[in-house]
T-cell receptor, first 115, second 115 residues
């Protein structure tokens, strides 16, 4: 069990550029989540997948954001036309849903800085 | 999900027990109490969760009051590496979600373990 991994760990981009982040969940975990965390705040939910189906999206996920999990394994989060307000830590988590349990395990995060 | 209230900060001496309180007076019968912690610039780390009974694992103990309106996370022998923000989160079990499977983080308690 290697845990949840995220790539890259840090990304610096200029305003208006597109960026893509990757998350590899714990093997055989069927749910995958994306959260965003700004400085001094707790993580905020963005979206989640069960297998390859995207089941819920937060209002925080504007139309510039898109997430995919094409084969029910890894996931990507793309931000188009980045803005300075997108600067944050983007966290991925995964879980194996069983009756009565859905414990989410987080990756190390991708820190995005938009200049 | 029910709202939680935690003190913004606490201090603890190294080697002593750290007792972190959480109030969740509006908790429903099908909602679990989860605890996570986040060490600076890392992803949140799962600690423990429970429904009604007290729980213990290798990291901590969780004491839930009989009326379930509050809980206490106990780190029995705090070390400097336990310095982190601790989040208490209440959420429904999988299969009973009305608003998805998200974790709703508050501002947590900054625990500082002093030498």
């Amino acid at each position: 069990d290697t845990g949840v991994s995220q790539d890259p760990r840090h990304k610096i981009t200029k305003r208006g550029q597109n960026v893509t982040f990757r998350c590899d969940p714990i093997s055989e975990h069927n749910r995958l989540y994306w959260y965003r965390q700004t400085l001094g705040q707790g993580p905020e939910f963005l979206t989640y997948f069960q297998n390859e189906a995207q089941l819920e999206k937060s209002r925080l996920l504007s139309d510039r954001f898109s997430a995919e999990r094409p084969k029910g394994s890894f996931s990507t989060l793309e931000i188009q036309r980045t803005e300075q307000g997108d600067s944050a830590m983007y966290l991925c988590a995964s879980s194996l849903v069983t009756w009565g349990s859905d414990t989410q395990y987080f990756g190390p995060g991708t820190r995005l800085t938009v200049l | 999900d029910a709202k939680t209230t935690q003190p913004p900060s606490m201090d603890c001496a190294e080697g002593r027990a750290a007792n972190l309180p959480c109030n969740h007076s509006t908790i429903s019968g099908n909602e679990y109490v989860y605890w996570y912690r986040q060490i600076h610039s890392q992803g949140p780390q799962y600690i423990i969760h429970g429904l009604k009974n007290n729980e213990t694992n290798e990291m901590a103990s969780l004491i839930i009051t009989e009326d379930r309106k509050s809980s206490t996370l106990i780190l029995p022998h705090a070390t400097l590496r336990d310095t982190a923000v601790y989040y208490c989160i209440v959420r429904v079990a999988p299969g009973e979600e009305t608003s998805g499977s998200r974790l709703t983080f508050g501002e947590g308690t900054q625990l500082t373990v002093n030498p």
